[in-house]
């Protein structure tokens, strides 16, 4: 056969078709990670912790019916006092009117009478009120408690501390990087407690921006962080986000950091361009077996000297306190559900 004569562009075109060849075998490999089908293994509870569930759901709902009785209650009676309150206030305008058939006094006693409804209007708004909060603190507070002793179980930890009103400092998620300008956070059932030695906390939060005037949240969710990772590279940031659907918000607070990766189902930034030696292909396929639905909305990672903070970003009607509608175990088991996943994942972090 004869030898075929040099010709570049036929070369060059051929060049290019192999490494447009090379770059999607390259993102084959890497959509790998993620390409199996993310359903979620439900197991399904055994007799005895069918027992304990129902157990649960029943404990729950008594919880909540107390305090849907006694919101009732007061209701009830704010609309009777408002009634009352009325009547005199009509009263005490009759008496004002008819000052002149009652020889004078009715200008005298009406005004202070209306006065009097109406400080008395504050007064029992305000006991209501405070009554009605303190009593929706007593059942959260017996929820939360019920729920974390389920969802904490089995996981081997020391000076468990659970407190219903304790603040998450904003610091500890601004510092993550997961997004900017956030100026609001607010927390309720803070639970702290000593994993392997080191504290671990987690509460659920709300981190917002503010928009014309007014809060907005970029995340609501629960939020966890331990305070022992195996990577150590000074100033060094890994940031990690499983996306979601329209809901979800991407990463923003990344201007110090570089884009890693990017598939169709994550993404990466990290000012360390040897982040793959902590966040490793085995940790991001178990990343994503979170599964999104309209309950999950996102899943966020940060990685940093020392810290490793996860948030599960999850829908409204999930967060929420249930008080008209029952409780429903299964919002309590898909909690305990991705809780384990996410010591799996500071397991796979920090292993070395």
């Known amino acids: 056969m004869g030898l075929k004569k040099y010709d570049e562009e036929e070369v060059k075109a051929k060049e290019e078709e192999i490494e447009a060849k090379l770059?999607?075998?390259?993102?084959?490999?890497?959509?790998?990670?993620?390409?199996?089908?993310?359903?979620?293994?439900?197991?399904?509870?055994?007799?005895?912790?069918?027992?304990v569930l129902d157990n649960i759901k029943n404990k729950i709902n008594e919880e909540r019916k107390k305090y849907l009785d006694y919101y009732n209650k007061q209701k009830l009676m704010r609309r009777i006092s408002t009634i009352i309150i009325v009547l005199i206030l009509i009263g005490a305008f009759a008496m004002v009117l008819c000052s002149d058939l009652m020889g004078g006094v009715g200008v005298y006693v009406g005004f202070p009478l209306a006065i009097l409804a109406i400080i008395a209007a504050?007064?029992?708004?305000?006991?209501?009120?405070?009554?009605?909060?303190?009593?929706?603190?007593k059942y959260m507070a017996n929820l939360y408690s019920i729920s974390?002793?389920?969802?904490?179980?089995?996981?081997?930890?020391?000076?468990?501390?659970?407190?219903?009103?304790?603040q998450l400092e904003m610091s500890n998620?601004?510092?993550?990087?997961?997004?900017?300008?956030?100026?609001?956070?607010?927390?309720?059932?803070f639970v702290s407690f000593l994993y392997k030695g080191y504290e671990f906390t987690a509460c659920d939060l709300a981190a917002s921006?503010?928009?014309?005037?007014?809060?907005?949240?970029m995340f609501l969710g629960k939020f966890y962080s331990y305070s022992f990772s195996k990577y150590q590279k000074e100033d060094g940031v890994i940031t990690f986000q499983l996306k979601g659907k329209e809901l979800s918000r991407p990463l923003d607070d990344i201007e110090d950091l570089k884009l890693q990766e990017e598939t169709k189902k994550y993404v990466i930034y990290s000012n360390d361009d040897e982040y793959?030696?902590?966040?490793?292909?085995?940790?991001?396929?178990?990343?994503?077996?979170?599964?999104?639905?309209?309950?999950?909305?996102?899943?966020?990672?940060?990685?940093?000297?020392?810290?490793?903070?996860?948030?599960?970003?999850?829908?409204?009607?999930?967060?929420?306190?249930?008080?008209?509608?029952?409780?429903?175990?299964?919002?309590?088991k898909r909690a305990k559900r991705d809780f384990n996943k996410v010591i799996n994942i500071i397991e796979l972090i920090n292993k070395n």
């Open 173 to 189: 998620f601004i510092n993550c990087h997961f997004y900017k300008n956030i100026k609001n956070t607010r927390s309720r059932n």
């Open 276 to 332: 793959k030696k902590i966040l490793k292909d085995s940790i991001i396929k178990n990343l994503c077996q979170f599964r999104i639905d309209n309950t999950l909305i996102d899943v966020i990672v940060s990685i940093r000297p020392s810290h490793i903070d996860i948030g599960i970003d999850y829908s409204d009607e999930f967060m929420n306190v249930p008080v008209e509608s029952e409780f429903n175990i299964e919002d309590l």
């Open 148 to 166: 974390n002793q389920y969802i904490f179980d089995g996981i081997n930890l020391a000076d468990y501390d659970f407190n219903i009103s304790k």
């Open 23 to 51: 770059i999607q075998e390259d993102q084959d490999e890497e959509d790998e990670i993620i390409d199996e089908p993310l359903t979620e293994e439900v197991i399904e509870p055994d007799s005895d912790e069918a027992i």
């Open 209 to 217: 921006v503010i928009i014309k005037n007014k809060t907005s949240p």
């Open 122 to 137: 504050y007064v029992v708004s305000k006991i209501s009120r405070n009554k009605l909060s303190n009593e929706a603190q």
